[in-house]
């Protein structure tokens, strides 16, 4: 059974960084794609990094390109994101997300999420 677990989430002012982690349990595929996404109140699910394990190559929106990192640490099991330049417009819950087949990591298409970690950003 897979299972994803976010962890890293908090308040922090506009400028700061956090780094979110994602512990990944029951989920070895090193192929397919793993990713961040974030829902805002009243907004539509969203990506924000998205990694291809079989080549390392890294998808970012214009809004988050050159401000966040995603990576995999492949002995910890663990995806992480590293948030730098963190603006207020950045506040959202936060999930990580994985799919082992190619043909599921368009969209939020990706089967198997994780249940959140809230990030705060205050001006």
């Known amino acids: 059974q897979v299972q994803l677990k976010e962890s890293g989430g908090g308040s922090v002012q506009a400028g700061g960084s956090l780094r979110l982690s994602c512990a990944t349990s029951?989920?070895?595929?090193?192929?397919?794609?793993m990713g961040w996404f974030r829902q805002a109140p009243e907004k539509e699910r969203e990506r924000v990094a998205l990694?291809?394990?079989?080549?390392?190559?890294?998808v970012y929106p214009a809004s988050v390109k050159g401000r966040f990192t995603i990576s995999r640490d492949n002995a910890k099991n663990t995806l992480s994101l590293q948030m730098d330049s963190l603006k207020p417009e950045d506040t959202a819950m936060y999930y990580c997300?994985?799919?082992?087949?190619?043909?599921?990591?368009?969209?939020?298409?990706?089967?198997?999420w994780g249940q959140g970690t809230q990030v705060t950003v205050s001006s």
């Open positions: 990694l291809f394990p079989s080549t390392g190559s890294t």
């Open positions: 997300a994985a799919d082992g087949a190619l043909a599921y990591c368009t969209g939020t298409g990706l089967r198997y």
């Open positions: 029951g989920y070895t595929s090193r192929g397919g794609c």
